[in-house]
């Protein structure tokens, strides 16, 4: 079964700087297009950052600049190096596998506070 798990989320002070990991099993993991979202209680789900079917990367508007995607496939995990974190980034965190289906993972919290 494809399983997407997240770590690296908690607690960390305004300006500081955290590492988000997704690894993947279950899927061709060079296939899938990898993401991050986020989404905040009562809000939509939106884009932090994501690979696109042409391999290039995207960023929401919020992040751009401070948040960067980059992905290991020998290792089958996607990252994501979340910099200048503000208290506006606290929520939880989703990977995301896309490809014919899609798939995600059961979020990490990120906590950003003084």
């Known amino acids: 079964q494809v399983q997407l798990v997240e770590s690296g989320g908690g607690l960390v002070q305004p300006g500081g700087s955290l590492r988000l990991s997704c690894a993947a099993s279950g899927i061709i993991f060079s296939e899938y297009v990898m993401g991050w979202y986020r989404q905040a209680p009562g809000k939509q789900r939106e884009l932090v950052a994501t690979?696109?079917?042409?391999?290039?990367?995207m960023y929401g508007a919020s992040v751009q600049g401070r948040f960067t995607i980059y992905k290991d496939n020998p290792k089958n995990t996607v990252y994501l190096q979340m910099n200048s974190l503000n208290p506006e980034d606290t929520t939880v965190y989703y990977c995301r596998a896309a490809l014919l289906l899609t798939y995600w993972g059961q979020g990490t919290q990120v906590t950003v506070s003084s």
């Open positions: 690979y696109t079917t042409a391999g290039t990367t």
